[in-house]
């Protein structure tokens, strides 16, 4: 059999949506080239350089070169992150503008890619306070989409760690931006495994996991979950620090990852790694192997 069949199938045979960010060095259409490489099925990818505010536009050939790419049906699930830099709360209004117009030709990147979601951290209040943060967050999207009235692409907000000012460490926050947005539609959640364990859930156990996935589901409702980033942590449990550790090999343990793994309600949500990993990719597959041998049969 196959090396990509063996890893893209499950022991039960149902094809499992896995898969890691993947560099996009090169050009986009290399990532769908390197995921697939290693049996991915899902992949999270960065619409430009992480590390700059503004590129130019994506070339029409660029665009063919992903969307045609021979091997893109491989992967049943695809979508995007957003550079790091943006801030849709931040107080400097030189920043704050950057952001919006950061986010928006990132928006238009991931819908020319034909992605369906861009995954984003909802922003950090720096010292504003949570309301006012919060509040300057919904006001911030509710501009970017008004500009941008055709793109489908949504906006997946990323539960995250809440280091420093941080924004995003509390379900309720992301309820709250969902429920007063103008475009509630236009907006899903993603859930990181490593930024809930850091905001102070406990994922040690199945119990907590399960405990945890409940409080999601009553305050945010598990119909607005569309991505899992997988990832164990190296920081404490409601340390509040962010620091991804490969899967089994952090505070978090296999507990929670063998719950996910076999939850039919997360079946359909691709599942993507954003572990420490060098060029050859070996960290992904090894990770990948343990997630796959926690799923049992079904
Ligand atoms: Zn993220
Ligand atoms: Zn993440």
Not at 125 to 138: R, Y
């Amino acid at each position: 059999m196959a090396a990509e069949t063996v890893l893209s199938r499950g022991k039960s045979g149902s094809a499992v949506l896995l898969g890691a960010h993947m560099s996009i060095g090169g050009g986009v259409h290399r990532a769908i080239e390197r995921a697939c490489s290693i049996g991915c099925t899902a992949m999270q990818i960065f619409v430009k350089n992480n590390m700059q505010w503004f590129a130019r536009p994506l070339a029409p050939e660029e665009i063919k070169a992903f969307v045609r790419h021979a091997q893109r049906a491989e992967l049943s699930s695809v979508f995007a992150h957003a550079n790091y830099l943006i801030n849709l709360a931040a107080t400097n209004p030189q920043f704050h503008a950057n952001s919006l117009r950061a986010l928006a030709e990132e928006l238009i990147r991931a819908n020319a890619l034909k992605l369906p979601f861009l995954v984003m951290h909802p922003g950090a209040h720096l010292g504003a306070g949570e309301e006012a943060g919060l509040e300057k967050i919904v006001a911030s999207i509710d501009a970017v989409f008004t500009a941008i009235p055709k793109i489908k692409t949504k906006i997946a907000l990323e539960t995250t760690a809440g280091q420093g000012t941080c924004l995003g460490h509390r379900f309720e926050h992301l309820a709250w931006i969902i429920e007063n947005v103008r475009e509630p539609g236009r907006l899903c959640v993603c859930l990181d495994t490593a930024h809930v364990f850091a905001a102070g859930f406990d994922l040690t156990s199945e119990a907590g996991t399960r405990k945890m996935f409940r409080e999601f589901e009553r305050t945010i409702g598990l119909e607005h979950l569309v991505a899992l980033h997988l990832n164990d942590s190296k920081s404490a449990r409601g340390s509040r620090v962010d620091r991804h550790e490969h899967i089994g090999k952090g505070k978090i343990g296999l507990d929670a990852f063998r719950f996910i793994m076999r939850d039919s309600r997360f079946r359909k949500i691709p599942k993507v790694l954003e572990t420490p990993k060098g060029k050859e990719l070996r960290e992904d597959v090894e990770n990948f192997e343990i997630l796959r041998g926690l799923l049992g049969t079904r």
